[in-house]
């Protein structure tokens, strides 16, 4: 034991040293590299663009030191030796907590797990070193017309990429939005320098996504048009899903209502079970004035072309649910079992509906005055939310995803509850759910 704390000693006198001259040492070797490509004959050769380039990259390095994402608190300790933090906070990002202990030269971030999930520098040793490292991997591929070093330069591209992502993400959680849009940007933009082998289109969708949701809908748009140029469409075609919203936040002249259907229609043409497609298609169908019949044609086609697909009739029963047709729902959820005898969303659509109802008239009552009124609203309510109870119970029953299952019990502990004094079989309902959630 006393060798090994001796062992751990030096490691850690080792790790302040290098942490000491390991800034002026990258900025000496940044210098250098520099130097060389001022060289006309050393100019010409992919080695010394590459050296900059990697100069560059270890120079953005240094601030972050032995320290890594996912690190717990005693292993940060381990790995930083005697470098310790001048003050240490709790603070709030993005709604969650974090323990934040500043440093001289960075700031990191512990999850409540006591896990390091964002590493802030905040005095690097080179500004903007990953734009400078990526032009000179971009030197390094024009004077190497044979492509000797494609391989080794497309890596390290890749390794800027996923930097600036990373810089991309921390800047949305401390809620910088215009940062987070630039560095997902640089990262689309530096995989489409050749010759790097992928482009990042996800990082094209997370541009349009952060200026989107600041409101930035001419910006937000021009990335989702690149998206859809690309064949890149997102999580269930949400591209088409947000480049219509965008045009009816932008244009709401007969030219942008056409636009904006033509989206929604490729969209669900493609991906006819995406909720946020078909939401919209409803929503443009009765903003716009026009027969949603339309709507259940697109869904009737879709269905010929799939009969066996048990979602299409999921989207139906809830295309009719936000419509208000509460029969035709319940007859395309119930369907959905017909069709695929293991597929649980169906129930679960119907007893969402139902649910939902409920706390709409539930609602009403709350306000209504007149007595008469008012016991008609309760008996409304109380009818809704009986009606949930069976196909929650169907969905609970037949569902192997115990992820589910959580959700399906408190759904029905609470509907039992209201209940439970009715009949003993609600009340052994109420019970049986409430030992299930807790």
Do not use: H
Not at 116 to 129: F, G, M, R, S, Y
Not at 145 to 173: R, S, W
Not at 208 to 226: H, I, P
Not at 392 to 398: G, I, V
Request: contains cysteine; negative net charge.
């Amino acid at each position: 034991m006393k060798k090994l704390m001796i062992v751990l000693a030096l490691l850690a006198s080792v790790q302040v040293a290098n942490a000491q001259g390991g800034a002026a040492a990258a900025k000496k070797a940044v210098d250098a590299a520099l130097a060389a490509t001022q060289n006309a004959k050393k100019a010409t050769k992919v080695a010394t663009w590459m050296k900059l380039a990697e100069s560059y990259i270890a120079a953005y390095n240094v601030p972050s030191g032995n320290v890594w994402v996912g690190a717990a608190e005693n292993e940060l300790k381990l790995a930083m030796g005697n470098e310790k933090p001048i003050s240490v906070e709790n603070v709030i990002l993005g709604g969650a907590q974090y323990t934040k202990q500043v440093f001289e030269n960075k700031n990191l971030y512990l999850n409540s797990n006591g896990q390091l999930e964002i590493i802030e520098v905040t005095k690097p040793v080179v500004d903007n070193a990953l734009d400078k490292a990526l032009d000179a991997y971009r030197k390094a591929a024009e004077v190497d017309p044979k492509a000797t070093k494609a391989k080794e330069i497309a890596a390290g591209i890749k390794g800027i990429v996923d930097k600036y992502n990373t810089e991309a993400y921390n800047a949305y959680t401390f809620g910088d939005v215009a940062k987070a849009e630039s560095f997902f940007s640089k990262a689309f933009d530096a995989s489409s320098q050749k010759p790097s082998e992928a482009i990042d289109t996800s990082a094209l969708y997370n541009a349009g996504f952060v200026t989107y949701g600041s409101g930035q809908f001419a910006k937000a748009k021009n990335y989702f048009d690149k998206c859809l140029n690309l064949g890149y469409y997102a999580k269930d075609g949400e591209v088409f899903a947000k480049l219509a919203d965008c045009v009816a936040k932008l244009d709401t002249t007969a030219a942008g209502k056409t636009l904006q259907k033509e989206y929604l229609e490729q969209g669900f043409a493609k991906f006819p079970q995406s909720q946020g497609v078909m939401i919209g298609l409803i929503n443009y169908y009765i903003s716009s004035g026009q027969d949603t019949d339309k709507l259940f044609s697109l869904i009737d086609a879709a269905k010929a072309n799939e009969p066996d697909n048990a979602s299409l009739y999921y989207v139906e029963g809830n295309a009719r649910a936000q419509l208000g047709q509460i029969d035709e729902a319940v007859k395309a959820y119930e369907k959905c079992v017909e069709v695929n005898p293991e597929y649980e969303y169906g129930f679960i659509g119907e007893g969402i509906m139902f649910y939902n109802e409920a706390i709409k008239v539930q609602e009403a009552a709350q306000t209504e005055l007149d007595d008469n009124k008012y016991m008609a609203l309760v008996q409304k309510f109380e009818n809704y939310l009986k009606s949930c109870i069976e196909p929650f119970e169907k969905a609970y029953n037949m569902t192997k995803n115990e992820e589910i299952k959580p959700s399906l019990a408190e759904y029905l502990k609470n509907s039992y509850y209201r209940f439970r004094e009715e009949d003993p079989k609600y009340q052994a309902g109420y019970e049986k759910f409430s030992k299930l959630v807790q």
